[in-house]
């Protein structure tokens, strides 16, 4: 019998359909490194490239094994294909470019993609391992990589710039440098913070608390914005509001350090010394941060104003081994034995510097500038910008006189901004230029006066004359540059004044100036006189080179016409 070898239609076999395509020499590369067969697997992964070329997956699966094999050009040949002729948004393959650089010890080809990586990655899926590498292209580097920001932290490093800014008192850059990442990232609330902070230290009350409320908006248990509130209420005075925000705080228990810190020191300026011990006392428990003098000094401060000075000499001496090149801790246990005998023990700063009026006590030391520990040190420049807008005539003047040792960019701009504030007094503002002229700005700066703008050149002497002879500033400049002096601005300015005041009387049969040192000499006299130094001719002519008589004949000639000698009688006795 004949068996029947048709097969009915639609019956199926058993046998499958054999197909060549990209998955089954994917599968075969895979099944071969799983058998460690690195030579297969490459073979079947460039086939997978053969079958699917515009498929980038493949490509960067051939470049992978490349790399696992050593070849690490090879593999960054193939990661170069994939982004400049298949699919330039696979930013990963930056990183992998990095690490076969890095593998071939060539650190600076490596930092140059790990920086394309981390500027145009935004998904941020190496953002850790890239960091690990950035700290290793350093230490091979011998210098800080060269990055500028980080597109799947936007705004993350140029925030921390900002903070560094803050820290190290450079309160108008970070403040410029916030004010730009909260254009580009207005739900970046860390920032808002910190440019509350930045407005704060600056004088600007307004800006900071509108920025607090905006925090507070998005985030109302914000601690950051919270403890930036309660300071700028107890600056205001707003007793009431403050009471309310300084009970929430109170039992306020944070779980991480860094609010913790904040907490602490919120509740030492806000004069809650208990709850500001207590979370000091935390924070030295805390292994990673038990060596900062920063934080012995605060607790120190904490336990002396809750009367637990034995627990605060002994955190003083503490300090004194983790930081001996500083005077902090000697300065308070020398003001401790001082408050033991006199029995009194006033409250005290939770500023780790030495107080304000101690820096200051000395200015003659100052001549030539600040030294960078005071110059530098964030709490004395915030006090200084704090002061040019809040303090009295007195104390404006001393910043501004301050602000020429400072001489810096920062300083410069200070003094700029406070030449267009209308409510300024206008004395203060011709000491302001005076400054600006010691920095060597040049060229017309505006300068608010009686409501109206006007430009002053700081290199020249302020006149309303309509002229200014150069024969006239030479006088001027040489007589400024022989009191000796320069930082005694009111010296300064009042020989300028005297010798426009002079001029001004005379015009237009002003004399032939012939003579620049008796003219200087005359007005460096007069103006000591008035100032009530004690000065003769004898010395003054020594100073210019030139004889008693000439220097007695110049000034006799400018006291006659500006009665200076019955002006300086009123306030000082002169004495020959």
């Not at 998955?23 to 058998?35: C, H, I, K, P």
């Not at 292994?287 to 605060?312: C, F, I, M, W």
Request: charged share 25%; glycine share 4%.
């Amino acid at each position: 019998m004949k068996r029947n070898k048709i097969q009915m239609k639609g019956t199926q076999t058993n046998v499958l359909p054999f197909s060549m395509d990209a998955n089954f020499f994917f599968e075969r590369a895979v099944s071969s490194l799983d058998r460690n067969r690195y030579d297969k697997a490459l073979k079947y992964f460039r086939k997978a490239v053969e079958y699917e070329p515009d498929n980038p997956v493949n490509h960067c699966n051939m470049a992978g094994i490349l790399s696992e094999m050593g070849d690490y050009e090879a593999s960054n040949a193939a990661l170069a294909v994939i982004l400049q002729e298949i699919d330039p948004s696979m930013t990963e393959c930056y990183f992998y470019m990095a690490n076969n650089y890095a593998n071939m010890d060539l650190f600076e080809a490596a930092e140059e993609a790990l920086m394309k990586y981390l500027q145009e990655d935004e998904d941020g899926l190496f953002l850790a391992e890239a960091e690990e590498m950035m700290d290793l292209l350093q230490y091979e580097l011998h210098r800080p990589a060269k990055l500028s920001t980080i597109k799947a932290r936007e705004g993350m490093v140029e925030h921390d710039m900002a903070r560094e800014m803050l820290e190290e008192g450079k309160f108008v850059q970070a403040v410029k440098l916030l004010e730009e990442i909260i254009g580009k990232n207005p739900d970046f609330l860390a920032a808002y913070n910190n440019l509350a902070l930045g407005y704060y230290y600056t004088g600007q009350f307004p800006k900071a608390m509108d920025m607090i409320h905006k925090v507070l908006e998005q985030d109302a248990g914000n601690l950051h914005g919270l403890c930036n509130l309660a300071i700028l209420l107890q600056q205001e005075g707003n007793e009431q509001e403050l009471d309310r925000l300084r009970e929430g705080l109170r039992v306020v228990v944070p779980f991480h350090q860094e609010h913790l810190f904040k907490l602490a020191t919120t509740m030492g300026i806000l004069e809650e010394h208990e709850a500001a011990y207590g979370h000091f006392r935390r924070l030295l428990r805390d292994k990673e941060v038990q060596g900062d003098p920063y934080l012995y000094h605060y607790t120190a401060v904490a336990a002396y104003n809750t009367e637990r000075y034995s627990t605060a000499r002994a955190l003083w001496s503490q300090l004194k081994k983790l930081d001996p090149d500083s005077n902090i801790s000697s300065f308070y246990l020398s003001r401790m034995d001082d408050c033991d005998l006199q029995g009194q023990y006033p409250r005290i700063s939770y500023h780790y510097n030495l107080p304000f009026e101690e820096q200051l006590k000395h200015p003659e030391k100052w001549e030539n500038g600040f030294p960078s520990e005071i110059r530098d040190n964030p709490l004395i420049r915030s006090s200084f910008f704090w002061a040019l807008r809040h303090g009295d005539h007195r104390t404006k003047l001393q910043v501004i006189q301050a602000f020429s040792l400072i001489a810096d960019s920062e300083a410069e701009e200070a003094l700029l901004a406070f030449l267009l504030e209308p409510e300024e007094d206008s004395y203060l503002k011709e000491m302001a230029v005076l400054v600006l002229r010691s920095l060597g700005v040049k060229g017309p700066v505006p300068v608010c006066k009686d409501g109206t703008i006007l430009m002053v050149d700081p290199s020249k002497v302020c006149s309303s004359l309509p002229v200014w002879r150069s024969e006239w500033q030479a006088v001027v400049d040489l007589a400024v540059k022989n009191i000796g002096k320069s930082s005694d601005l009111q010296l300064q300015h009042d020989i300028e004044t005297l010798w426009v005041d002079y001029l001004t009387r005379l015009y237009p049969d002003t004399p032939a100036i012939a003579h620049i040192e008796g003219w200087a000499a005359a007005l460096d006299y007069l103006t000591a006189k008035m100032h009530g130094k004690a000065m003769t001719y004898e010395e003054v002519a020594k100073r210019y080179g030139i004889s008693a008589s000439t220097a007695s004949r110049y000034a006799r000639r400018v006291d006659k016409v500006c009665n200076m000698k019955e002006k300086a009688e009123r306030i000082f006795p002169f004495v020959q």
